[in-house]
């Protein structure tokens, strides 16, 4: 056989600086290179195995071969299902019918002459996931997808079996006993092009820097001892819809990513890095073929491209190829760190989790929401303690106001913290928006003002529209955003004397309300009237408005009140021969009784840590430690009014052991601290002698009532 040398050296580096030169071809080697493809298709079952390698053979001085490297890289996916499987519930043995099904992916890259090469390929063994899960029940009779464990030996041939192309292929269908089909093609070829990706130890520290942002963009350069065509080549890359977790490609992304040429043009669901047309496009010496692929049209010595990125969690592996005389377009050999591969992951991520690994705090499974929190009893007991948000999406961040919401070309982008729980308010007024930093301190959570567009609009309020709407859960085997979507909050200012119409009692006094109880996806709105809580009632200002707007935001994630049982309208106590000062006097069946109003309740809505927002403050009276308030039913009070005249109204009796106290406003101030942590009574709840004691302890604790994420 003979054998056509190439001889190409080529060397690539990620800066402008010019890389030093590579070495040349070393005589005597042999490349191999080879594909392998399996498909198994079933009636119940189906698997591709995909397979790619590239052995490196030097002929030592005793004429002996070595192998110098043994880079082998594979992909394995499959599927099976059954239905009317027979299922068996493990804990209790029941026995019942249902569908089955199980998806597995597996894969990876490995030198098989490195040391740590069998750890490399158990951690591309298949993953499979199966529905219902093997934790929880038995199914029988299942049948399972044909994926590879491991990529095998994918050289089956010698030299003297390779034709006069320096190429060998073998193509076989055979059953495979239950009623389906397998396909195996085999092709190997061999080249003694020798052309190398090498990374300089400056340029490696350089490139493990990058971290994917829109706009922004990678050089690399090829150099060879002989004039050759490249070709540069992205796979594997990442097609996120938009660009940030909250944000789909718009006129702005363009405007502010410095891309303006690609607008019109580039789409949402597009690779997520490219070779951006603007620099090839009537280029004589290039062309280009699309936004992933370009390759040189004269042979030259030396090349330079430019890889954008498109996305904030942009992903891709980058392949150089050389065009030899031998097998035509022959990959280059990628050497960094020691190692050698056939391609380059871009960012670096050696830990193959799709996040780059200049950013360490995000390392780890893609899928997890594991920031710390409680879950109150009162929940689904599957309820998730952390914010709905995957890891991979808080790497891939978020689009907010730079300055307010009527500027989008000045919208910025934040990467939130994977180790803390992040809420997302669209507040309607800039003193709300105030408020809501005092929010987050209080509930020890990263609370982030958004705009209408930011979460789709006010009615939809996902903030993490973009993977959920596509219903793009799952990427390379990883969770990559959870099974339902998370949803904001809307805080808006309200007259809530607007609401007064035909039928509809005026609510007058009221500060601020949420439509209903967290967590967010069930919270329409949450109500604060600006005006009111600043201008008017007892003692209005800036305190009042903070702690209304973080009581009601409260209230949006799930936090009750400290206790209940509170008059918010007029009570009657029975059988009073006399009544204080700010009661009103009168009679039921005749006999003495006294009206108040506001009165606050034993372990009430009054209750607790002083300084936690969701305790009431300000009332009239208050039932100390050792009277006894005891409600009756319903009866009728009669009072006399100025006039003389008699007036019968329906309260609610009471019988009191002891006595009610005047509440001590000057003792009493407006909650802006921490969302408590325990049950015991601080401040006007804590006073000395024992009488002074107001409400006593708390029936709750508020902390661990919060909950931020919508996942079930």
């Known amino acids: 056989m003979s054998r056509r040398a190439c001889k190409i050296a080529a060397l690539v580096g990620w800066t402008l600086v010019a890389p030093a030169a590579a070495a040349s071809p ?13 498909a198994n298709a079933g009636p119940k079952s189906r698997a591709a195995n995909h397979v790619e390698f590239r052995q490196v053979e030097e002929t030592q001085p005793d004429g002996g071969q070595r192998v110098r490297s043994d880079t082998v890289t594979w992909r394995t996916t499959g599927e099976a299902w059954i239905q009317g499987a027979v299922v068996v519930e ?31 390929i158990d951690a591309g063994k298949p993953r499979c996931l199966q529905s219902p899960p093997d934790q929880r029940y038995r199914v029988f009779g299942k049948p399972w997808p044909n994926v590879w464990g491991s990529p095998g030996n994918p050289r089956p041939i010698s030299l003297d079996q390779l034709g006069g192309d320096c190429s060998w292929s073998a193509e076989k269908t055979w059953p495979d006993g239950s009623g389906g089909t397998n396909t195996q093609k085999e092709t190997v070829w061999v080249s003694e092009l020798d052309a190398v990706v090498e990374l300089s130890a400056r340029d490696a520290q350089e490139l493990a820097r990058f971290v994917p942002v829109p706009g922004r963009w990678i050089t690399v350069t090829v150099r060879s001892n002989v004039p050759t065509l490249f070709r540069f080549e992205i796979d594997d890359v990442t097609s996120y819809p938009g660009f940030a977790t909250n944000a789909n490609v718009d ?20 690779p997520d890095f490219i070779f951006d047309p603007w620099s090839y496009e009537g280029q004589s010496a290039w062309k280009w073929n699309g936004w992933t692929s370009v390759e040189t049209t004269k042979a030259s010595s030396a090349a330079t491209i430019f890889l954008t990125a498109m996305d904030f969690a942009a992903r ?26 056939g391609f380059l992951v871009l960012p670096i991520d050696e830990n193959d989790d799709l996040m780059a690994d200049a950013l360490l705090e995000y390392a780890g499974d893609p899928g997890r929401d594991d920031e710390r929190g409680w879950v109150d009893e009162d929940f689904p007991k599957d309820a998730k303690a952390g914010d709905g948000l995957t890891a991979l999406e808080e790497y891939r961040g978020f689009i907010v106001p730079g300055e307010d919401c009527r500027e989008p070309l000045r919208d910025v982008h934040e990467r939130t913290d994977p180790t803390r729980r992040d809420l997302f308010v669209h507040a309607t007024h800039a003193a709300l928006a105030a408020a809501v930093r005092t929010f987050g301190d209080s509930a020890a959570i990263d609370a982030h003002l958004i705009c209408k567009r930011h979460y789709v609009d006010d009615v939809k309020r996902v903030v993490n529209a973009t993977l959920q709407d596509a219903g793009l859960r799952r990427f390379h085997g990883y969770g ?10 809307l ?55 903070l702690n209304t707007v973080t009581h009601e935001l409260g209230h949006a994630l799930g936090i009750k009140h400290h206790g209940d049982g509170n008059s918010l309208v007029p009570i009657v106590v029975l059988e009073r021969t006399s009544c204080p000062a700010s009661t009103r006097k009168g009679t039921v069946t005749g006999k003495g009784a006294c009206e108040y109003a506001f009165v606050a309740a034993r372990h009430a809505e009054n209750s607790g840590d002083q300084d936690c927002p969701m305790k009431y403050v300000f009332w009239s009276w208050y039932v100390p430690p050792k009277s006894k308030l005891e ?9 006399r009014r100025a006039d003389g005249s008699e007036q019968r109204v329906q309260r609610v009796g009471y019988r009191l052991t002891g006595m009610l106290r005047s509440y001590e406003t000057r003792e ?45």
């Open 26 to 38: 070393t005589p005597g080697r042999v490349v191999w290179h080879g594909v392998l493809d399996h």
């Open 90 to 120: 493990t804990a209790t043995g029941r026995r019942s019918r249902g569908d089955w099904s199980v998806q597995c992916e597996g894969g990876g890259s490995v030198d098989r002459t490195r040391s740590d090469a069998s750890q490399a």
């Open 251 to 270: 006129d702005a992304f363009f405007l502010r990513s410095g891309l303006a040429p690609l607008r019109g043009r580039y789409k949402n669901g597009d």
């Open 316 to 341: 891709g592996r980058v392949r150089v190829l050389a065009k030899g005389h031998c097998r035509g377009w022959e990959p280059a050999e990628v050497r960094m760190g020691g190692r050698s591969r």
């Open 480 to 489: 990559i955003s959870q099974s339902e979507p998370q949803h904001g909050l």
């Open 491 to 545: 805080l808006e200012n309200h007259r809530f004397e607007d609401d007064c119409g035909p039928g509809q009692p005026c609510p007058l006094g009221v500060l601020g309300k949420a439509s209903t109880w967290g967590p967010p996806k069930l919270v329409s709105w949450v109500r604060v009237d600006v005006d009111k809580n600043l201008h008017s009632g007892f003692r209005p200002g800036p305190a009042k408005l």
């Open 631 to 639: 409600r009756v039913g319903d009866v009728e009070f009669v009072a």
């Open 668 to 712: 009493d101030y407006f909650g802006l601290g921490a969302f408590c942590s325990s049950q015991q009574g601080t401040g006007i709840n804590a006073l000395l002698p024992e009488d002074r004691n107001h409400a006593g302890n708390s029936t709750r604790k508020c902390a661990q009532q919060l909950r931020v994420s919508d996942v079930y």
